[in-house]
């Protein structure tokens, strides 16, 4: 059995670490975490109607699109060498069980096949959940005021065949309901679409981060809140359990729900699962480092910059992030 050799570190003045740190040429040559373009997935908002390019009043930057002013934000998306966006529809009617989630022409159907058109090699990704398509905004079917996981679960499944059906490349189940992998993975191998990965939202947290989001997608609870379903903010065991369950469900790949406020969830998660890691750097990690850059308060690209490598230097492979297309551009700058 070889011993491992102990190595008697020199003292100052011989042990100088700032010696690589001279240069950004020596300081690129000993990086340990990079960020690159083809780690990030830009979430696009896709709105019912025609010829509609919206700005989000609470994230800046971000917009609303009808499916006919997609192409020209696609081909922006590709030029950038962003290798794939998720996508959340906007319908212009809700009801009591989301049923224009599953329509084959409803709204992300549509974007699907718009953004194929345009770009066949981009990676579609869809987020699959009923809260924007719900008149109640709850992620599953109410019943007697509380969200039915049983009765979700195929119109969850439904919803997610009806994407891939119209070209989506990924699925990702964020609703948070028990069992929700498993149905969706039978509903797709039995439809014969047995390629097609799921990336699973497997540690969602009830976050007060979403809050820009749940404007810009119209999703707000109308009673309530998601904390039935959405995990507690002070737990990390549990996120390991979600974790390891939508793994034996079926899952491919695997994310963690915010980012920013959950880095030390990304790590147990990277250390616990050798499997594909994802994490959402969501809307509002995003506004405030908006906010704070509008004033003057924070150098933004060097902010996001650093907030992107500390998703990835805890452990995930994939970041979705709204500051995906400035941050590409960035980078191609270098």
């Known amino acids: 059995m070889l011993k491992k050799r102990v190595i008697k570190l020199a003292e100052y003045p011989q042990l100088r670490l700032r010696r690589l740190r001279r240069s950004p040429a020596l300081r690129a040559l000993v990086r340990e975490n990079r960020v690159d373009a083809g780690d990030l997935i830009y979430p696009l908002f896709i709105e019912e109607g025609k010829n509609i390019k919206r700005e989000i009043a609470s994230m800046p930057g971000v917009f609303r699109f009808s499916p006919d002013r997609l192409p020209g934000e696609i081909e922006d998306i590709a030029k950038l060498k962003i290798p794939a966006v998720l996508l959340f529809g906007i319908p212009k009617e ?8 599953y329509k084959a022409k409803g709204i992300v159907q ?16 869809t987020d699959v959940c009923l809260c924007e398509y719900t008149s ?3 992620c599953g079917v109410v019943c007697d005021g509380q969200v039915d ?7 969850l499944a439904k919803m997610a065949l009806s994407h891939v059906e119209a070209g989506a490349d990924i699925v990702a189940p964020s609703d948070m309901m028990d069992g929700r992998v ?8 039995e439809a014969g679409h047995v390629e097609t990965p799921i990336l699973s939202y497997a540690a969602k947290y009830s976050s007060g981060f979403y809050g820009p989001f749940r404007s ?26 979600e974790v390891e369950a939508d793994i034996v469900e079926g899952a491919d ?18 250390n616990t699962f050798d499997y594909p890691l994802a994490a959402y750097n969501v809307s509002g990690e995003y506004s405030m480092v908006k906010a704070a850059a509008k004033q003057g308060w924070l150098d933004e690209k060097n902010v996001v910059m ?4 500390s998703i990835k230097r805890a452990g995930a492979d994939i970041i979705l992030t709204y500051h995906a297309k400035d941050a590409a551009r960035w980078l191609k700058e270098g």
């Open 182 to 189: 498993l149905a969706i993975r039978q509903e797709l191998d």
């Open 136 to 138: 109640h905004g709850h």
């Open 306 to 309: 650093e907030i992107l490598t």
């Open 149 to 155: 996981n049983d009765r979700t679960l195929p119109l």
């Open 94 to 101: 809700k009801d009591e069980t989301g049923s224009s989630a």
């Open 216 to 241: 810009a997608a119209d999703s707000a609870p109308q009673f309530g809140d998601r904390r039935s379903y959405q995990m507690d903010p002070a737990n990390v065991r549990e996120a390991l359990r």
């Open 110 to 125: 549509q974007a699907i096949k718009a953004i194929k058109k345009t770009v066949p090699e981009l990676l579609v990704i």
């Open 253 to 270: 790949i695997v994310m963690v729900k915010p980012a920013l406020s959950y880095l030390d969830v990304i790590r147990e998660v990277r």
